[in-house]
T-cell receptor
Framework: DGGITQSPKYLFRKEGQNVTLSCEQN?????MYWYRQDPGQGLRLIYY???????QKGDIAEGYSVSREKKESFPLTVTSAQKNPTAFYLC???????????????FGDGTRLSIL | AQKITQTQPGMFVQEKEAVTLDCTYD???????LFWYKQPSSGEMIFLIY??????QNATEGRYSLNFQKARKSANLVISASQLGDSAMYFC????????????FGQGTELSVKP
C-alpha cells in the first residue's frame, strides 16, 4: 500500500544534540512538507519542498534544517539551536499545487520529540 | 492575512445523532481549497473531505458533508449518524496559493461521542 512512513515514533533529545526525523513516501508525490504541532494547537509549517534538491523555509524554520536528495525522502533535522523542540512532528506529501488543487496532503503517523 | 478559525474547542454528541463542527476562514484569494482532517488520539491526520472555492455544490463523502457558504466564508463539517469511533480532534484547513500550497490549520475541535 502507498503511504508515508515516519520514524522513529518517539525520540528524545539531549541538550546540545542534533536529531534527525525520517520521512519516506511511496506515493510518487513531488511536494513534501514538515509541520509542527504543539499541544492543543493546529499545525504550523516548518519547511517544504516541491521538487528534488529544492526546499524552502516555512513559517517556523529557525532551528531546523532539511534535505531533499531523493523524491521519496525528506528528513528533518532538529538542531541544538531549536530551544523548544518538544512537539509532535508530522510529515506530509501531495501533488504540487499546479497538478491538482483538490488533492489533499497525506500525512505520516508523526514523531513525538521530547527533551531529556 | 489568511486564517482559519474554529470556535468550538470541544463538542459532545450522542451516538447516532448528527453534529456540525464550525469553521470560518479569511483569505483574499479567489481560488482556494478547504479541507477537513480527523486526528485520533494516536496522532495521524486522516483526510475527510474537500471543498474548492469554485465548487457550486457542497461536498459529501459518506457520512461527512460540508456546508459551504462562500459569502460568509464558512465551511462547516456535518457528521451524520455519529459513531463512537468519531471521537477525535477535527481540523479545518485551507490550502494556500503560496509557500508550496501549504495548509493553514485552525485550532481544532475535540469531538466526543457519547453512547
Amino acid at each position: 500500500d502507498g503511504g508515508i512512513t515516519q520514524s522513529p515514533k518517539y525520540l528524545f533529545r539531549k541538550e546540545g544534540q542534533n536529531v534527525t526525523l525520517s520521512c519516506e513516501q511511496n506515493l510518487n508525490h513531488d511536494a513534501m512538507y514538515w509541520y509542527r504541532q504543539d499541544p492543543g494547537q493546529g499545525l504550523r509549517l516548518i519547511y517544504y519542498s516541491q521538487i528534488v534538491n529544492d526546499f524552502q523555509k516555512g513559517d517556523i524554520a529557525e532551528g531546523y534544517s532539511v534535505s531533499r536528495e531523493k523524491k521519496e525522502s525528506f528528513p528533518l533535522t532538529v538542531t541544538s539551536a531549536q530551544k523548544n523542540p518538544t512537539a509532535f512532528y508530522l510529515c506530509a506529501s501531495s501533488f504540487r499545487l499546479g497538478q491538482g488543487r483538490n488533492q489533499p496532503q497525506h500525512f505520516g503517523d508523526g514523531t513525538r520529540l521530547s527533551i531529556l | 492575512a489568511q486564517k482559519i478559525t474554529q470556535t468550538q474547542p470541544g463538542m459532545f454528541v450522542q451516538e447516532k445523532e448528527a453534529v456540525t463542527l464550525d469553521c470560518t476562514y479569511d483569505t483574499s484569494d479567489q481560488s482556494y481549497g478547504l479541507f477537513w482532517y480527523k486526528q485520533p488520539s494516536s496522532g495521524e491526520m486522516i483526510f475527510l473531505i474537500y471543498q474548492g472555492s469554485y465548487d457550486e455544490q457542497n461536498a459529501t463523502e459518506g457520512r461527512y458533508s460540508l456546508n459551504f457558504q462562500k459569502a460568509r466564508k464558512s465551511a462547516n463539517l456535518v457528521i451524520s449518524a455519529s459513531q463512537l469511533g468519531d471521537s477525535a480532534m477535527y481540523f479545518c484547513a485551507m490550502r494556500t496559493n503560496n509557500q508550496g500550497g501549504k495548509l493553514i490549520f485552525g485550532q481544532g475541535t475535540e469531538l466526543s461521542v457519547k453512547p
